[in-house]
C-alpha cells in the first residue's frame, strides 16, 4: 500500500494496475455464479480462443495507438491476406500450392500494407484515421476482386490442422497469441521501438525537437499493425477454411475496444500491450458470457453495450483527473 | 376438295387466334437491352445470378446486350444505376432486380412506369405494393417463401434426428424479413415435434465467422446435448461445421442451411451437412430477362392482362439433400433451363400466388 496522493484505494498505484484485472475478475465471478460450466476447462479453452486473433490485433494496435495514432485498416488487411494466403497455398481456386512460402507471402501484404499506411500518415502528413480508412476500404476492394464470387477453399492440410488443432491440449492459435503478447511486451519495455513509440505519443513535437526520428518510427508501428493483422487474417481464415473478405468482419472496432478498456489512452503515451490484453480477454468473456447466461439474441448488443461502458469506467477509473483531456 | 378448304379455313382461324394471343413484337429483337441488377459479386449466390443472367443472353442470342448493375449495397446507388440507364430507350430494356433492400422497390417501378422500362423483381418487397395495381410495366414479382425454407430443412432435421433431442439454432440479422421467417418456419416445426428441443439460438448475422465462436461456445456449454445445427443460411452453417470439424464432430451432427451455396453442396456430398434449400441463383438471375424477352417479342400478351397470382406469386424452391447433391455440384448448362425461359412455360417453378 503505497497511496499516491493520499485519496484512497481507488487512486492507489496499485490500482493503476489492476482496474482492468479486477474488472476481468468481476465478470467471471458473476458470469460462473450465473452458470455454472462458464468456469469449465472446455469453456476456458473457448474463450482464450477467442481472444487469440483479436488478442494479435490488439497488439498490433498498441503501438499506433501508443504514438496517438490509429489504424483502421485492420479489417482490410485481413481480408486481403485471408484471399491471398488462400490463394496460395493449395486451395479450391488456383493450381498453386506454396505451403509456407504462402503463408509468409501473405503476412507480406499486410507488410506491405502496413508500410503504405505509414507513409501516408507519417510522409503525406494525412491524419492517421482518415488515411487508414481509406487504406481500408481500398484493401477491402482488392480483396473483393481476388475473391471474384468464388472465395478459394483452402486444401492445405497442414494449415487447416494448425488452425484447428491442439497442442497439449492448447489451441495453436492461443500458443501464437501468447508468442506474438511476449514479442510485443519485448519490443515495447526493452527496444527503442518501444520507448520512441511511448514518447512520440506523450509529445511528439518534444520527441521531433530531441532529435528523434519520428517518421520511421510511426512507419514501423503501422508495419507492426499491418504484419499482425496479416496474421489475424492467415490464422482466421486457416480455422474457417476460406478466403473471405469478411474474416475481419468487426474486428476493428473490437481492437479498439480492447484496447481502450485495457487502459491505453487514444490520445497516446499512456498503456501497453499487457492491458491491451487483458482487454481483449475482457471481450471474449463478455460475448462468451452472454451466450452462457442466455440472454436473448435481441437484447445482447444493448447488455454488451451497458457492460462494456461499466467495464471502461471500472477501468479506467484511476486515469480521472480533472486536468486528463479525454476526446 | 371441301376438306382441303376446311383445311385452310382451319389454319386461318388458328393464325388468327395465335394473332390475339401473342401481341405483335413492341421491339425489334437487336434493340432489347438486359440488365442485371443487384448488390455484388463477391458472393456465390450473386455470382451465380450473373451467370444466369448471362447463360440466358447467349442462349437467347442477345449476349451483346446484357449489362451487370452493381450497387454495392447501396439502395440509392441501385436505383440511380437504373435511371441512368434510361436515357437511352427504356421501351426495350428489361431489368432483372435483386433488390438491395425492400424499399428500393418502389422508386423503381416508379422509374420503370414513368419510362416505358420493363422490370421484374425478386424476393420481397413492402407491403401493400402489388404489380397488377396500375403498375403496368413491373411484368411481375417472385417472391421467395423464407418461412417454407424454415420449414423444409427443420423437418430434414427433425427427421435425421428422428423427432428426438437437442438442437442449436444460428439465425440471420434479426432485422431482416428472411431471418424472421426462416426462424418462424423452425418454431412452427418445433411445435409439431415435441421431443426436439431448442437448446439457444443466437443471431450470427449470416456469417461464417461469427458463426464458428458461437457454436464453440454452445459445445463447451452444452456438451454432448447438442445432437443438430440449424443455420439460417449456408454461411453460418459451414461455420459451425468448422467449429465441430475442432471438436472432432463433423458429419456425427447433422447440420442444415438455406441457399445452396457450392461448398454446402459438396458438404452435403460428403455427409457433413445433411440439407439446405435453394431458390436457385441461376434462375431468378434469368427468369426475369426471360420474361421481358417474351413480352417484348410478342410471344405473349402484355403483362397488364396476365392474371394476378401470374404476375406475384412464390418460387418453389430446391431442397438439396445427399440424394441429389451432384446434380447441383456442376455448372448448369443453359439446356437445364430452356424449358423454363420457353414462353409457354414461364411459371412452371410458380407455387401459387404471394399476396
Given at each position: 500500500m503505497e497511496p499516491q496522493h493520499g485519496q484512497g484505494v481507488l487512486k492507489s498505484t496499485k490500482f493503476h494496475r489492476w482496474g482492468p484485472c479486477v474488472a476481468l475478475i468481476v465478470l467471471c465471478v458473476g458470469f460462473t455464479l450465473a452458470g455454472p460450466r462458464f468456469a469449465s476447462m472446455e469453456n476456458l479453452r473457448v474463450i482464450a480462443e477467442h481472444s487469440a486473433i483479436p488478442l494479435i490485433l490488439a497488439v498490433g494496435m498498441t503501438f499506433v495507438v501508443l504514438q496517438g495514432a490509429i489504424d483502421l485498416s485492420i479489417e482490410?488487411?485481413?481480408?486481403?491476406?485471408?484471399?491471398?494466403?488462400?490463394?496460395?497455398?493449395?486451395?479450391?481456386?488456383?493450381?498453386?500450392?506454396?505451403?509456407?512460402?504462402?503463408?509468409?507471402?501473405?503476412?507480406?501484404?499486410?507488410?506491405?500494407?502496413?508500410?503504405?499506411?505509414?507513409?501516408?500518415?507519417?510522409?503525406?502528413?494525412?491524419?492517421s484515421f482518415m488515411?487508414?480508412?481509406?487504406?481500408?476500404?481500398?484493401?477491402?476492394?482488392?480483396?473483393?476482386?481476388?475473391?471474384?464470387?468464388?472465395?478459394?477453399?483452402?486444401?492445405?492440410?497442414?494449415?487447416?490442422?494448425?488452425?484447428?488443432?491442439?497442442?497439449?491440449?492448447?489451441?495453436?492459435?492461443?500458443?501464437?497469441?501468447?508468442?506474438?503478447?511476449?514479442?510485443?511486451?519485448?519490443?515495447?519495455?526493452?527496444?527503442?521501438?518501444?520507448?520512441?513509440?511511448?514518447?512520440?505519443?506523450?509529445?511528439?513535437?518534444?520527441?521531433?525537437?530531441?532529435?528523434?526520428?519520428?517518421?520511421?518510427?510511426?512507419?514501423?508501428?503501422?508495419?507492426?499493425?499491418?504484419?499482425?493483422?496479416?496474421?489475424?487474417?492467415?490464422?482466421?481464415?486457416?480455422?474457417?477454411?476460406?478466403?473471405?473478405?469478411?474474416?475481419?468482419?468487426?474486428?476493428?472496432?473490437?481492437?479498439?475496444?480492447?484496447?481502450?478498456?485495457?487502459?491505453?489512452?487514444?490520445?497516446?503515451?499512456?498503456?501497453?500491450?499487457?492491458?491491451?490484453?487483458?482487454g481483449t480477454v475482457i471481450l471474449a468473456v463478455i460475448a462468451d458470457g452472454m451466450i452462457f447466461i442466455g440472454i436473448t439474441p435481441e437484447l445482447q448488443k444493448a447488455v454488451q453495450g451497458v457492460i462494456i461502458l461499466s467495464v471502461s469506467l471500472l477501468a479506467t477509473w484511476h486515469l480521472r483527473s480533472r486536468l486528463r483531456i479525454t476526446r | 376438295m371441301k376438306k382441303r378448304a376446311l383445311g385452310i379455313a382451319g389454319s386461318l382461324l388458328f393464325m388468327l387466334a395465335a394473332k390475339i394471343v401473342a401481341a405483335?413484337?413492341?421491339?425489334?429483337?437487336?434493340?432489347?437491352?438486359?440488365?442485371?441488377?443487384?448488390?455484388?459479386?463477391?458472393?456465390?449466390?450473386?455470382?451465380?445470378?450473373?451467370?444466369?443472367?448471362?447463360?440466358?443472353?447467349?442462349?437467347?442470342?442477345?449476349?451483346?446486350?446484357?449489362?451487370?448493375?452493381?450497387?454495392?449495397?447501396?439502395?440509392?446507388?441501385?436505383?440511380?444505376?437504373?435511371?441512368?440507364?434510361?436515357?437511352?430507350?427504356?421501351?426495350?430494356?428489361?431489368?432483372?432486380?435483386?433488390?438491395?433492400?425492400?424499399?428500393?422497390?418502389?422508386?423503381?417501378?416508379?422509374?420503370?412506369?414513368?419510362?416505358?422500362?420493363?422490370?421484374?423483381?425478386?424476393?420481397a418487397h413492402r407491403e401493400g405494393l402489388h404489380p397488377f395495381d396500375g403498375n403496368d410495366q413491373w411484368i411481375a414479382h417472385v417472391a421467395v417463401n423464407s418461412f417454407e425454407a424454415g420449414i423444409a430443412i427443420s423437418k430434414l432435421l427433425s427427421d435425421a434426428l428422428g423427432g428426438n433431442g437437442g438442437i442449436v439454432a444460428l439465425q440471420g440479422r434479426l432485422d431482416t424479413d428472411p431471418a424472421r421467417q426462416r426462424f418462424a418456419g423452425l418454431k412452427q416445426v418445433l411445435k409439431s415435434v415435441p421431443n426436439l428441443r431448442l437448446l439457444d439460438q443466437q443471431a450470427a448475422n449470416w456469417d461464417r465467422t461469427a458463426a464458428f465462436p458461437i457454436m464453440q461456445t454452445w459445445l463447451a456449454r452444452y456438451g454432448n446435448q447438442i445432437r443438430g445445427v440449424w443455420a439460417a443460411n449456408d454461411d453460418m452453417a459451414l461455420g459451425a461445421l468448422e467449429a465441430l470439424r475442432a471438436a472432432g464432430l463433423a458429419g456425427r451432427i447433422p447440420v442444415v442451411g438455406v441457399d445452396g451455396i457450392p461448398e454446402a453442396i459438396e458438404a452435403i456430398r460428403k455427409g457433413e451437412m445433411i440439407a439446405t434449400v435453394s431458390s436457385d441463383a441461376y434462375y431468378q438471375g434469368s427468369i426475369g430477362l426471360a420474361m421481358g424477352v417474351c413480352v417484348l417479342t410478342g410471344q405473349v400478351p402484355l403483362p397488364k392482362t396476365w392474371p394476378k397470382e401470374k404476375r406475384e406469386y412464390y418460387l418453389k424452391l430446391q431442397v438439396i439433400t445427399k440424394d441429389n447433391a451432384t446434380r447441383y455440384l456442376s455448372d448448369p448448362q443453359a439446356t437445364a433451363y430452356a424449358h423454363e425461359w420457353d414462353c409457354a412455360n414461364l411459371w412452371s417453378r410458380s407455387m401459387g400466388k404471394a399476396y
Open positions: 482490410g488487411v485481413m481480408a486481403v491476406s485471408s484471399l491471398t494466403v488462400a490463394m496460395l497455398v493449395l486451395n479450391s481456386r488456383t493450381g498453386l500450392d506454396l505451403g509456407l512460402t504462402g503463408v509468409l507471402l501473405a503476412l507480406l501484404s499486410g507488410v506491405a500494407i502496413g508500410f503504405v499506411n505509414g507513409i501516408v500518415v507519417a510522409r503525406l502528413r494525412v491524419p488515411a487508414t480508412l481509406g487504406i481500408w476500404s481500398a484493401a477491402s476492394g482488392f480483396a473483393m476482386l481476388l475473391s471474384g464470387g468464388q472465395p478459394p477453399r483452402i486444401h492445405d492440410h497442414m494449415l487447416r490442422a494448425f488452425g484447428l488443432g491442439r497442442t497439449f491440449s492448447v489451441p495453436n492459435v492461443v500458443i501464437v497469441a501468447i508468442v506474438v503478447l511476449a514479442l510485443g511486451y519485448v519490443l515495447q519495455n526493452y527496444t527503442r521501438f518501444g520507448r520512441y513509440s511511448m514518447a512520440i505519443g506523450g509529445g511528439e513535437q518534444v520527441a521531433r525537437l530531441s532529435g528523434l526520428p519520428v517518421d520511421r518510427y510511426k512507419v514501423l508501428a503501422f508495419v507492426f499493425s499491418g504484419l499482425l493483422a496479416a496474421l489475424g487474417g492467415v490464422l482466421g481464415s486457416a480455422q474457417i477454411g476460406l478466403g473471405h473478405i469478411d474474416v475481419g468482419l468487426g474486428q476493428m472496432f473490437a481492437t479498439v475496444t480492447a484496447v481502450v478498456i485495457g487502459g491505453t489512452s487514444l490520445s497516446g503515451g499512456r498503456g501497453g500491450v499487457i492491458q491491451s490484453a487483458l | 405483335p413484337p413492341l421491339c425489334d429483337k437487336s434493340q432489347i437491352r438486359l440488365v442485371n441488377s443487384m448488390r455484388e459479386i463477391a458472393q456465390p449466390y450473386h455470382a451465380d445470378l450473373d451467370r444466369g443472367g448471362r447463360l440466358f443472353a447467349r442462349w437467347a442470342g442477345l449476349e451483346q446486350r446484357y449489362v451487370l448493375q452493381l450497387n454495392q449495397g447501396d439502395s440509392a446507388k441501385q436505383v440511380s444505376l437504373m435511371r441512368a440507364m434510361l436515357t437511352t430507350n427504356p421501351m426495350c430494356t428489361i431489368f432483372n432486380v435483386e433488390p438491395n433492400a425492400d424499399l428500393v422497390v418502389q422508386p423503381m417501378v416508379d422509374a420503370a412506369n414513368q419510362s416505358g422500362a420493363w422490370i421484374v423483381t425478386h424476393w
